[in-house]
């Protein structure tokens, strides 16, 4: 084996681990099903949802990086999930990752939930909303201080609100 492929197979096995569990931690146990849980079939949500957001939301597909305009969005206000409106982050938790995905480095408490899916083979912390399920995006362990979280959520999951100035 070269020293390559050993560092490699070290990564794959304990390194990725390490790093994403954190996150995994910080999301602590599972939270008890909330008094205002939306649950609809699924026909109830391709009709709720344009077909993008479906895909996203409730297939857990990722929108094309740069293509949500709330990437740029700096005006204060909130920002809700698109599919039951529960206010998920606010404009002051929100940074420029240089991603293409809005990036927050914190969420509003209780809002979300978290899971960890292996899509790309490493572990990853897939975050949902607390209260109608809907996919949203995934936690990183290299947002800005004070967390060090990076919520990378998927624009076309979310809806703005600015603060009336
Ligand atoms: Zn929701």
Redesign the pocket.
Known sequence: MTQRRQWLSRIALGGLAAWVSPAARAAGPAAAPRADA?KLTDEEWRKRLTPEQYRV?RREGTEAPFSSALNGEKRRGTY???????P?FTSTMKFDSGTGWPSFFEALPGALGFTTDYKLIFPRTEY???????H?GHVFDDGPRPTGKRYCNNGV?LKFDAEAA
């Open positions: 939306l939301l809700k999930c698109v599919a039951c409106d529960l998920l949902h909303c607390a209260r109608c399920g809907g949203h999951c």
